[in-house]
Each structure stands twice: as C-alpha cells, then as structure tokens.
C-alpha cells in the first residue's frame, strides 16, 4: 500500500487533479451531481468518498450536508483550503472511521476503478449508510465498445486501453467478448498499471478494477440491497448499460 499512498500524493499526480478542475472537470462533474439529485433527497447527509481534491464535494454541498473523503492527505489539504463550504476527512476507503449508519447516501465518482479491494470497499460503503440508504457509484466503463470505437477515431486519451490504433482495436474486441460475458457470468477484470515508471498521468491510466455495472449489480444483490438503476444518462452516451461509456449503479442497503 505504501507504493499506492505514494503515487495519489505525488506532486505531479495533485497538480494534474488540480489543473483538471480548474480546466474543465466540472463539466462532467455537473452531470455527476445531476445523477445524484435524481435519486437522493435535497439535505441530506451523504458521504462523497474518494472525493480528490474537493470539487465535486463543493458541487454537492448546494443540496446537502457533505462530507468529502480521500486517501490522499495533499488533496485533502488542497481541498480544505479552497472548499470552506464543507468537511473533509483523510480517509481509508477500505477502514473508514465513521460509525454505522452514519449517512443518508453514500457516493463515489470516478473512484471505484482504483480500488483492488472492491468488495472490501462496497462492504465499508454499504456499513456506513443507514438503512435504506443509498450507496451510488459513477464509473468510467473501460469495456464500453463505444469508448474503444473514440479511441481508435482519436487514440489520444485512451492509452488506458491501447497506446496506438492496432492495440485500442485489440481491446475493442475484448470490450465486446466480456461485456457479452457479464451479462451471463459477472466478476471482477482487474489489471496492473506500471503507474509508478509511468511517464503520463491521468486518463485512468493507473486504474485498477475495470469497473463494470454488472459486476456491481451482483456484489449488491448478494448483499441483499437492491439495485435500483445501473446507467447514468445525465451523461453523454450512457443510456444502455452493455454500451454506456460512464455507468451509474444506485443500490438501496435493506432495512433489516
């Protein structure tokens, strides 16, 4: 772990969250809380974890009482110092510090792809939401065809799956072998990024998990939640779950 605390605090990791906020991060972001709104009620108290360096935090605080959590301490201190509007907490997404049932909903955007430990996470979300609470998660859909087809038309910022046209080809006809393969069989694809000589930055290159709305459809539902939505269209081309380039999985936790 400690390699891992070490690249989301590195100085050159921060400033690219930081220069992509203040780029043009919002303009997805916006249609990340659009989603949120649609399913979870204005005041509530929701927990925005993996929050980076505290945008979407301060998007959410207009409707609810937030609190942004993140692994990386130089984000969080970034966030503090430029977001007063809401609570930022150090946190480890797999032991969090807060007590059962502590929120209304429970979120995370862009986040999960960088989790190893998936089931361990959903477990810590799912154990600090109350009871018939939400636990919602927005995606990058890596398995999408759809992102494979722009990434051969435009292969810059898609090195995550393929470093020229033949490779992203490649990686068009496993997005279309494992997406047919979840619907029938649904597990966890996991891929180990050399983020650490990596020379680029960002574009999940250093994602983990190549997350799945099915996947998490199933790991939901053996947790005894049910899985109220799994495509987020406030998003451009995400309307179907097997095609979706962003997915947005909403799961109500039981109230036994």
């Not at 087809?149 to 080809?169: A, S």
Request: one cysteine or more.
């Amino acid at each position: 772990m400690k390699k891992k605390r070490f690249h989301y605090a590195t100085e050159r990791y921060v400033n690219k969250v930081v220069s992509w906020q203040e780029k043009g991060l919002k303009t997805y972001l916006i249609s990340y809380v659009d989603f949120v709104k649609k399913y979870v009620k204005p005041g509530s108290r929701i927990l925005d974890l993996g929050c980076g360096a505290g945008l979407s935090s301060s998007m959410l605080s207009k409707d609810y009482n937030v609190t942004g959590a993140d692994f990386s301490l130089p984000m969080i201190k970034y966030a503090r110092e430029n977001f007063k509007n809401v609570t930022f907490r150090h946190e480890d997404a797999r032991k969090l510090s807060f007590k059962d049932g502590s929120f209304d909903a429970v979120m995370a955007c862009g986040f999960i792809e960088h989790v190893r430990e998936v089931d361990v996470v959903l477990d810590e979300m799912l154990r600090v939401v109350k009871k018939k609470g939400l636990v919602i998660i927005v995606s990058p859909n890596w398995f999408s065809p759809l992102r494979a087809i722009r990434g051969i038309v435009k292969p810059k910022g898609y090195e995550t799956i393929g470093r020229n046209r033949l490779q992203i080809f490649w990686w068009f006809l496993k997005a279309w072998f494992y997406s047919a393969k979840k619907l029938i069989s649904p597990k966890y694809v996991f891929r180990n990024p050399d983020i650490y000589n990596e020379e680029i930055v960002g574009d999940d290159i250093d994602m983990e998990y190549i997350a799945n709305p099915y996947d998490l459809k199933s790991a939901f539902e053996k947790r005894g939640c049910r899985v109220l939505r799994l495509t987020a269209p406030t998003f451009r081309f995400s309307y179907t779950a097997f095609l979706a380039i962003w997915f947005g999985v909403v799961a109500k936790k039981s109230g036994k």
